[in-house]
């Protein structure tokens, strides 16, 4: 499985954007798919998880009510809806596919894409 982000950019605190992960090869809507970032200095971590279905979704604190992640199977792709964009949420943003139906957790997605930066500033 492939994974290729983007959507990244710079906008300023209160903003929007939209981040897209397609995927490709063995491409599977069986697999769970996640969002997580790195802020510089920072370990990475968990932001939004959705099931293979779509029907279930988890949202880390942080960015619970701003975010939002959702998936289209028809066309391989996972998206992040962020809005109210914060300073604290500069990072560069990775998606990842893995075979747990969702999960929190980094070590369960065996499949990662290159990430894309998003700067929050003004």
């Known amino acids: 499985v492939q994974l290729q982000a983007f959507g990244g950019g710079s906008v300023q605190p209160g903003g929007s954007l939209r981040l897209s992960c397609a995927a490709s090869g063995r491409t599977s809507s069986t697999y769970g798919m996640g969002w997580f970032r790195r802020a510089p200095g920072k370990e990475r971590e968990f932001v939004a998880a959705?099931?293979?279905?779509?029907?279930?979704?988890y949202h880390a604190d942080s960015v619970k009510g701003r975010f939002t992640i959702s998936r289209d199977n028809a066309k391989n792709t996972v998206y992040l809806q962020m809005n109210s964009l914060k300073p604290e949420d500069t990072a560069v943003y990775y998606c990842?596919?893995?075979?747990?139906?969702?999960?929190?957790?980094?070590?369960?997605?065996?499949?990662w894409g290159q990430g894309t930066q998003v700067t929050v500033s003004s």
């Open positions: 990842a596919a893995g075979r747990s139906s969702i999960s929190k957790s980094l070590v369960e997605y065996a499949y």
């Open positions: 959705v099931s293979w279905s779509g029907g279930r979704t």
